[in-house]
């Protein structure tokens, strides 16, 4: 949806940042505190963590997806 058009383009990338700094922040925390109570089984945590915080970027996609519909039409044109 997002590349319909540059407007389109353009929401949905702003919309995604604004998810993804916060839940960035969010997902650093937790990692850190993960990584200080699981430091005797490093290598095995921070893969985990990576497979964990990759999951999370792709899952919002779907929020930005569902923003996208709801501020335009089908064809890209603002609701």
């Known amino acids: 949806m997002s590349m319909k058009n540059n407007e389109t ?3 949905a990338h702003a919309h995604n940042a604004k998810i993804w700094r ?6 650093l925390i937790i990692s850190i505190i993960i990584m200080f109570l699981f430091k005797d089984n490093y290598e095995f945590i921070s ?11 792709i899952l919002s996609l779907i929020p930005t997806e569902m923003a996208l519909r709801k501020k335009f039409d089908k064809d890209g044109n603002l609701r």
């Open 47 to 57: 893969i985990w963590i990576v497979f964990i915080g990759l999951a999370i970027m």
């Open 22 to 27: 916060w839940v960035g922040i969010i997902w």
């Open 9 to 11: 383009w353009k929401f």
